[in-house]
């Protein structure tokens, strides 16, 4: 609609001629041939629609018809009027279109195909083959994805916050300890399950030192001290005096001898109860014993990690405030620092009992061969016991040989 060019209204087709102001204009429609009514076509209804414009040069009038795509041409003009164009026409003509701004802004007109004839009526328009008028603005939304993105939606957060509360349980689980109030007493002794198992990188045995009738060892270091220590993983019943075990455990670890592989606390999870020492650089004594790709030791040094083991003794039975049985002196069991001294370690199966008393302990440990004949008659661990194991130690260590091993034969 636009005043200075005598519009009629916002839905209009005129003629002009060299000129924007209407000669002649009707509201957009058709008559119907069946009944002859008007059809009014809103032209901003972004529906196809179809326009002729017929010109009889001998009668001198100009048709201008309108209907619906797909709808044929009405018999009924839109608009009709007497016109001479060979006052306008020139020698050289071009047919075609054009739009101006005075369409209104942000009005869009597509044409989607047409056909002219100089002499006759103009080929009809196949519509099978006309473009698809361009779509304005942004694309319906499917109503099957106002259902399926919001149940997608919360689908996905229900399953990330079931995969976080699983992991969460798996999580828990995988370092989950056995710890109850009576421990709390041991203080620093206790080491917490994750802080070990990523020390030794998952006990995933890239680090195991060996393993023994009563557990494996692995090396580890701990974060973020750089402390290196090995771990040794020990079975229990947690029913049959564990309180008594712990209790003795912490006891040890305040042992302070040179000779000694310093136990610096536990671990206990369902079942399983952890050692935690300090890591000795040349590994167990009998390594060098039995393994040929280690260097042989002489005599002195024999001699020496034989003295060390018995200093480490006698401080334990004697120099203590407790008496310290260990229960399980054998090769495998002492250890060489870097400056290759002998350090009695692995106090998994030792017991404590006061100076002036005697122990009780009745159930027998340890390994055959160390053994001595009276422990096995009467299930009571002393420190004679621990000498007996010694001296088999010794003559271990000067042979070279095994306690118990396979009887040679001879061939005559």
């Known amino acids: 609609m636009d005043v200075e060019f ?12 060299n000129s924007l102001i209407s000669r002649q204009a009707k509201l957009a429609g058709y008559c119907s041939d069946e009944n002859g009514t008007f059809q009014e076509l809103r032209l901003n209804s972004r529906q196809p629609m179809q326009v002729w414009v017929d010109y009889d040069a001998q009668a001198r009038r100009l048709n201008v018809t309108l209907a619906p795509a797909h709808v044929p041409k009405p018999k ?23 739009a101006s701004g005075g369409w209104g802004v942000g009005t869009h007109h597509y044409v989607l195909g047409w056909s002219f004839s100089l002499d006759g009526p103009a080929p ?11 779509r304005l603005g942004p694309k319906p939304q499917s109503k ?6 919001p149940l997608a939606a919360a689908l996905f957060v229900i399953a990330m916050l079931a995969i976080i509360f699983f992991f969460f349980l798996w999580h828990r689980r995988r370092f989950s300890e056995v710890r109850e109030d009576w421990e709390d007493e041991f203080g620093p002794h206790r080491f917490a399950y994750k802080d070990l198992f990523h020390a030794t990188e998952g006990f995933s045995g890239t680090n195991l030192l060996g393993v023994g009738g009563f557990g494996r060892v692995d090396r580890g270091v701990l974060f973020p001290s750089n402390l290196k220590v090995a771990v040794k993983r020990v079975s229990h019943d947690s029913k049959q005096g564990i309180r008594e075990l712990i209790a003795e455990v912490v006891s040890i670890g305040h042992l302070r001898h040179r000779n000694l ?4 606390g536990y671990c206990r999870r369902k079942g ?9 650089e040349n590994d167990s004594l009998d390594k060098y014993l039995y393994n040929k790709n280690k260097p042989t030791l002489h005599l002195s040094e024999r001699y020496r990690i034989i003295k060390d083991v018995a200093s480490s003794l006698l401080y334990l039975h ?28 692995d106090f998994g199966l030792a017991r404590l009992y006061d100076h002036g008393t005697v122990a ?38 000067a042979c070279g040989r095994r306690p118990i091993g396979r009887a040679r034969t001879s061939h005559k």
């Open 6 to 17: 005598r519009d009629i209204n916002s839905n209009h087709v005129c003629i002009g001629v």
């Open 76 to 98: 009924i003009p839109l608009l009709s009027e007497v016109i001479d164009l060979s006052t306008v026409m020139a020698d050289k003509m071009y047919v075609g279109f054009s």
């Open 124 to 134: 009809l328009l196949d519509f099978s083959t006309l473009p698809v008028l361009p």
């Open 144 to 149: 099957i994805l106002d259902v399926a993105l």
């Open 261 to 264: 592989a310093q136990l610096l």
């Open 272 to 280: 399983e109860l952890l050692l935690v020492y300090d890591y000795m």
């Open 318 to 345: 004697e120099e203590w405030e407790q008496i310290v049985i260990h229960r399980d002196i054998k090769a495998s069991n002492v250890l060489l620092d870097n400056q290759m001294i002998g350090r009695l370690g």
């Open 360 to 397: 009780t302990t009745t159930h027998v440990v340890g390994i055959m061969g160390y053994l001595a004949p009276k422990l096995i008659r009467t299930g009571k661990a002393k420190p004679l016991t621990d000498v007996f194991a010694f001296g088999m130690f010794v003559l271990e260590v």
